[in-house]
T-cell receptor, first 114, second 113 residues
Framework: QKEVEQDPGPLSVPEGAIVSLNCTYSNSAFQYFMWYRQYSRKGPELLMYTYSSGNKEDGRFTAQVDKSSKYISLFIRDSQPSDSATYLCAMTPIPTDSWGKLQFGAGTQVVVTP | EAQVTQNPRYLITVTGKKLTVTCSQNMNHEYMSWYRQDPGLGLRQIYYSMNVEVTDKGDVPEGYKVSRKEKRNFPLILESPSPNQTSLYFC????????????FGPGTRLTVT
């Protein structure tokens, strides 16, 4: 069983809708949670990161972490066609021997239609 | 421009023919890593390096080698490629400990026939 599970989609939404993405994980040691965005034929780029539980907002993007349920979410408000990409969640424990060792989800493909 | 570069971007080769994919970063980052990306499996770490001459295995190291002789370069070596190594490969770097923003290269699509 994978440590990080993510629905691959595709998730198709009309422009202006809210996009809701999520990942579940099994390793309770994970403390840092990230969302990367990957456009077609490009490398992933960091979108947001959060530490431990709680919410974080950045413009149209909101990341939520629920450690009790081992569940993280990313919401995109007022979605635009330029948000069409694959979104990957990633997570890692507090750095010790696992410094820099991220575990990624499989990625969810999002398509925002005009 | 701060970036991670990889070469080649596309490569088709035959089973058993040794190849090297180069990776270079111009950000003076300590940490570098190689991933492969396969449909349904996401990004899986092959090897990583915490500094010059310091490397360690990731989750899927079999069939790969790396070296870190200079801070900026981190080549990935396939001594005897096999078809199951057909994949999309990414090199990434980050500044140092507790910096979880990894900067990714543009990817190398490798096909082994």
């Amino acid at each position: 069983q994978k440590e990080v599970e993510q629905d691959p989609g595709p998730l198709s939404v009309p422009e202006g809708a809210i996009v809701s993405l999520n990942c579940t994980y099994s390793n309770s040691a994970f403390q840092y949670f990230m969302w990367y965005r990957q456009y077609s034929r490009k490398g992933p780029e960091l979108l947001m990161y959060t530490y431990s539980s709680g919410n974080k907002e950045d413009g149209r993007f909101t990341a939520q972490v629920d450690k009790s349920s081992k569940y993280i979410s990313l919401f995109i408000r007022d979605s635009q066609p330029s948000d069409s990409a694959t979104y990957l969640c990633a997570m890692t424990p507090i750095p010790t021997d696992s410094w820099g060792k991220l575990q990624f989800g499989a990625g969810t493909q999002v398509v925002v239609t005009p | 421009e701060a970036q991670v570069t990889q070469n080649p971007r596309y490569l088709i080769t035959v089973t058993g023919k040794k190849l090297t994919v180069t990776c270079s970063q111009n950000m003076n980052h300590e940490y570098m890593s190689w991933y492969r990306q396969d449909p349904g499996l996401g990004l899986r770490q092959i090897y990583y390096s915490m500094n010059v001459e310091v490397t360690d295995k990731g989750d899927v190291p079999e069939g790969y080698k790396v070296s870190r002789k200079e801070k900026r370069n981190f080549p990935l070596i396939l001594e005897s490629p096999s078809p199951n190594q057909t994949s999309l490969y990414f090199c990434a770097s980050s500044l140092g400990p507790r910096d979880y923003e990894q900067y990714f290269g543009p990817g190398t699509r490798l096909t082994v026939t």
